[in-house]
Antibody, heavy 121, light 106 residues
Framework: EEQLVQSGAEVKKPGESLKISCKGS????????IGWVRQMPGKGLEWMGI????????RYSPSLQGQVTISADKSINTAYLQWSSLKASDTAMYYC??????????????WGQGTMVTVSS | IQLTQSPSFLSASVGDRVTITCRASQAISSYLAWYQQKPGKAPKLLIYAARTLQRGVSSRFSGSGSGTEFTLTISSLQPEDSATYYCQQLNTYPHGFGQGTNLEIK
């Protein structure tokens, strides 16, 4: 079964850096976009950005550009979301998801289990 | 592109038929997906390309629409349909989501 497995929960202090991961398995990782979605506590889904691991083509939400960095290492089937200086407002659940694109479909068809990031002094 | 879902909250009974609407601020052809999210869980894809049912999803779910107005219909509500439902457009970056519709089963 195709799946995405994310790294575990993190508790960090404001100003610290962080990199969370999303590992794909049982499909050709380099051939599908991987997106990142934020969900702040009690709130809705927010599209953050997306990367194509095959060539690292990356797109960001304008509201988040410069706040986070999305990357991928296709040799180990893993995508990353990183922060250089966390803020309390970064506290959220972060999901990665595979974008399945074809002539007939375009959607996030597989989701990771989520990584909870808590930023508190 | 902004997506506006209505209603934001919906309460219905087992066996009811319910419809959730998603309106886009500009035309997005059929590049719309619907997701279901239960508390503490990742979202689950229900419908893609506005009207195509994802494999393994109950046929009680159906989608329609194109351009700027879309609907998700759940026929014969079941207790397990209690969840929050989101639409997402994939026509233009950023591929944003609607604000969600919280469906409660009475």
């Amino acid at each position: 079964e195709e799946q995405l497995v994310q790294s575990g929960a993190e508790v960090k202090k404001p100003g610290e850096s962080l990199k969370i991961s999303c590992k794909g398995s049982r499909y050709t990782f380099s051939s599908s976009w991987i997106g990142w979605v934020r969900q702040m506590p009690g709130k809705g889904l927010e599209w953050m950005g997306i990367i194509y691991p095959g060539d690292s083509d990356t797109r960001y939400s304008p509201s988040l550009q410069g706040q986070v960095t999305i990357s991928a290492d296709k040799s180990i089937n893993t995508a990353y979301l990183q922060w250089s200086s966390l803020k309390a407002s970064d506290t959220a659940m972060y999901y990665c998801a595979r974008r399945e694109m074809s002539a007939l479909s375009d959607a996030f068809d597989i989701w990771g289990q989520g990584t909870m990031v808590t930023v508190s002094s | 592109i902004q997506l506006t879902q209505s209603p934001s909250f919906l309460s219905a009974s087992v066996g009811d038929r319910v419809t959730i609407t998603c309106r886009a601020s500009q035309a997005i052809s059929s590049y719309l997906a619907w997701y279901q999210q239960k508390p503490g869980k990742a979202p689950k894809l229900l419908i893609y390309a506005a009207r195509t049912l994802q494999r393994g999803v109950s046929s009680r779910f159906s989608g329609s629409g194109s351009g700027t107005e879309f609907t998700l219909t759940i026929s014969s509500l079941q207790p397990e349909d209690s969840a929050t439902y989101y639409c997402q457009q994939l026509n233009t970056y950023p591929h944003g989501f609607g604000q969600g519709t919280n469906l409660e089963i009475k």
